[in-house]
C-alpha cells in the first residue's frame, strides 16, 4: 500500500539520536557490574591521561612512557593471569580494557598487549617458578617492560622458516640472528625470544644489557608513532639455560601468545572506530554545506549507519569470542576470523571518517588519519588479514593453502 505524502512528511521530523550511538544493541547491558566497572574505571583514565596527550605524541614520535605507571596503578599489566601481583580478571575484562585503551592509541593498546599477552603469558604458562618469581610482580608493576621477538626480516607471515638459532654451549646457549618489527624493543628490560635449536623452536628470555644484544629503534614510522618499534641482534648472546622456557618446544609457544594478543587486538580496535564514529558525529552536525549540516543529507547518515552497523556486528562478535574464551572453547581460528573481521571493520571506518572530514581529514587535529595510519600496522601485525583469511579457509576445507 502505498504511504500517504502526510506520512512522510512528519517522519521528515527530527527523531531523538538514539541514547547511546556507539553502541546501539545495548552491549554493555551484557556485562557484568564488574566488568562495566573495569571498563569505566579504564575509560576514565584514558580521558584524562591518554586522550589530551596522545596527539602530541603521535606527531613527535613518543611513546609516553609516563602512562606506564598509570596503567600499572589500575592493574592493566598482565590483567587476566593470576597470582604475581596480576589481577586475573576475566577475558571479557581483558577484552574491554583493549578497547578502552584503543580508543586512545592503538599504540598504548599494542603497549599493554605485548607486555601481557606476549610477554608475561609466556613466562606464566611455560616458566619455571623461578622465572615467574623473578620477572611476573616486576613486570604487572611496569618496572620491568617485556618484548616479543618472533618476525624476522625475511618473513613474518611464515615462521616456521626461522633463521634465528641457538645452540647449546656448556651451562649458556649461544644465540644468533635477528628480529625485526618488534614492539617495544628499544625500551624493554627483557625480550621473549624465539629461536629455532636442535630441539625445535623455543623461548628464550634475553635480559639488556647481555652481552651481543642490541635492540634499535625503527624510525621513520607512519603508523604506530606513540608507539616504539624495533629491531633485535643477536651476536653470540651467551644466554643462561636458568633462562630458557622449559614448558614448551615447536611453534605451537609463540602461536600460543599469539591467540591471546590477537584475542585482544579485536576487542581493542572497535575503540578505535567508535572515536572515528563519534568524532563524525559531532562534525557531520556542525558543518554545514549547501546550506544544511552535512549530518542532514542521505548520503552522509548511510555512511554513519553503516559504521554503526560494522561496529555493532564487532562488539557482538568479541562479546560472544570473550564468553567462548572464559568457557575454553575460543579455537585460533575463531580469533583468527574476529582479527581480521574487526581490524578491517575498523580501518574501513577510520577511511571513511578520514574523507567525511575532507581537508581537515588530513590534519592531526581529527582522530580518524592517526587511527587509520595505526590501523594500517593492526592489520598487518600478529598476522596478516590475508593469513587470517587462510587460517579460516584451512578451518573450512582442511586444506592448508598457505
Ligand atoms: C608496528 C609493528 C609492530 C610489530 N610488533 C611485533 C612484535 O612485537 N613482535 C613480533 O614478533 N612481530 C611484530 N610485528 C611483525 C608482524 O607480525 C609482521 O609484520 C607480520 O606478521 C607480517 O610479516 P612481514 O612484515 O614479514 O610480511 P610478509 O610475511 O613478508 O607478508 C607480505 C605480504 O604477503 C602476504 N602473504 C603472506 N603469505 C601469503 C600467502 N601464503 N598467500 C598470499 N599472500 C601471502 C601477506 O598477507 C602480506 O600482504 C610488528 C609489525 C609492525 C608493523
Known amino acids: ?207 639488556k644489557g647481555m652481552k651481543g644484544f642490541s635492540a634499535p629503534e625503527i624510525e621513520n614510522k607512519f603508523s604506530l608513532r606513540a608507539s616504539v618499534t624495533s629491531s ?32 585482544g587486538i579485536s576487542w581493542g580496535v572497535i575503540g578505535a572506530a567508535q572515536a572515528c564514529l563519534a568524532q563524525m558525529l559531532d562534525y557531520t552536525r556542525s558543518r554545514v554545506l549547501f546550506g544544511r549540516p552535512l549530518a542532514n543529507t542521505q548520503a552522509i547518515q548511510i555512511r554513519l549507519a553503516d559504521m554503526s552497523r560494522r561496529i555493532t556486528t564487532a562488539q557482538l562478535l568479541a562479546l560472544q569470542l570473550g564468553r567462548m574464551k572464559e568457557k575454553h572453547e575460543m579455537t585460533p581460528a575463531h580469533v583468527s576470523l574476529a582479527k581480521w573481521n574487526n581490524v578491517r571493520m575498523a580501518l574501513d571506518i577510520a577511511r571513511d571518517a578520514r574523507d567525511m572530514l575532507g581537508g581537515a581529514g588530513i590534519s592531526a587535529e581529527y582522530v580518524p588519519i592517526r587511527h587509520m595510519l595505526n590501523l594500517e600496522s593492526v592489520i598487518t601485525y600478529e598476522g596478516t588479514e590475508t593469513v587470517h583469511q587462510l587460517t579460516i579457509g584451512r578451518e573450512l576445507t582442511g586444506v592448508s593453502a598457505f
Open 1 to 207: 500500500m502505498a504511504t500517504p505524502a502526510s506520512d512522510l512528511s512528519s517522519r521528515k521530523k527530527a527523531s531523538t539520536p538514539s541514547s547511546n550511538p556507539l553502541d546501539l544493541y545495548n552491549v554493555r547491558g551484557l556485562l557484568t557490574e564488574d566488568e562495566q566497572m573495569v571498563q569505566d574505571s579504564v575509560g576514565r583514565m584514558v580521558d584524562d591521561k591518554v586522550i589530551p596527550i596522545i596527539g602530541e605524541c603521535f606527531e613527535q614520535h613518543r611513546f609516553p612512557r609516563e602512562i606506564v605507571s598509570e596503567l600499572a596503578d589500575l592493574g592493566l599489566l598482565g590483567v587476566y593471569l593470576k597470582g604475581y601481583g596480576c589481577a586475573g580478571l576475566n577475558a571479557v575484562s581483558y577484552g574491554l580494557i583493549c578497547q578502552e585503551l584503543e580508543r586512545g592509541d592503538s599504540g598504548i593498546r599494542s603497549f599493554v598487549s605485548v607486555q601481557t599477552s606476549l610477554c608475561m603469558y609466556p613466562i606464566y604458562t611455560y616458566g619455571t617458578e623461578a622465572q615467574k618469581q623473578k620477572y611476573l610482580p616486576g613486570m604487572a608493576k611496569g618496572e620491568i617492560i617485556g618484548c616479543f621477538g618472533l618476525t624476522e626480516p625475511h618473513g613474518g607471515s611464515d615462521p616456521a622458516n626461522m633463521k634465528t638459532h641457538a645452540k647449546r654451549k656448556g651451562k649458556d646457549w649461544m644465540l644468533n640472528g635477528a628480529k625485526m618489527w618488534i614492539t617495544n624493543g628499544s625500551i624493554a628490560d627483557i625480550a621473549v625470544v624465539w629461536a629455532m635449536t636442535d630441539e625445535g623452536i623455543r623461548g628464550f628470555i634475553v635480559e
Open 232 to 263: 633485535l641482534f643477536f651476536d653470540n648472546v651467551a644466554v643462561p639455560e636458568e633462562n630458557v622456557l622449559p614448558g614448551v618446544v615447536g611453534l605451537k609457544g609463540p602461536l600460543s601468545c599469539l591467540t591471546q594478543a590477537r584475542f
